[in-house]
């Protein structure tokens, strides 16, 4: 089946993939790269498609919305970066608002690593993110968030 899928067949969809990406993603950087994926992917899967299942734009179009979807979420969070915390101290470089004040004070009774895990809990991490960063499982994740909570209410 690699016969019917040339590169010839699949670089002429590239001005339709970039018309399509366009309605999906704001930057033009983004739409490149997809775009970009999209042809890789299709070349080296090109041993795998079936042309009784779908046409080539079909298949190419299913390709890139998966991909969209991938952009925007990765627009929408962005990457945990631990260099934003001050590991050595355990605190988080902000300025706390006037009513965060007491918990921003309690931060520094608490071990580092778990003030980086709250602070990324709260910029909107799922725990499966964390999960992996933190190299541990969502049960001991949900256990030491629960203490740092805790800790962090005591008076």
């Known amino acids: 089946m690699a016969a019917v899928l040339t590169t010839a ?3 002429a969809l590239r001005p339709k ?4 990406a366009r309605d999906f993603l704001r930057s033009a950087a983004d739409v490149d790269d997809v775009v970009q994926e999209v042809v890789i992917r299709m070349w080296r899967s090109r041993d ?3 042309p009784a299942r779908s046409t080539v734009l079909y298949w190419a179009r ?3 919305l998966n991909l969209c979807y991938t952009y925007n979420h ?3 969070t962005t990457p945990l970066a631990l260099g934003d915390w001050d590991m050595e101290h355990g605190s988080v470089e902000w300025e ?7 918990l921003h004070a309690r931060l520094p009774s608490l071990k580092p690593a778990d003030v980086a895990l709250l602070g990324a809990r709260a910029a909107g991490y799922s ?7 933190f190299g541990c499982s969502e049960r001991t994740l949900l256990y030491r968030l ?3 909570r805790a800790e962090l209410s005591r008076e």
């Open 9 to 11: 067949r699949i670089e």
């Open 17 to 20: 993939l970039t018309s399509m």
């Open 48 to 50: 795998s498609y079936d």
């Open 62 to 64: 299913i390709i890139l």
């Open 74 to 76: 990765r627009r929408t």
């Open 96 to 102: 706390p608002h006037e009513r965060m004040a007491d």
């Open 127 to 133: 725990y499966a993110e964390l999960v992996k960063v």
């Open 146 to 148: 629960a203490a740092a």
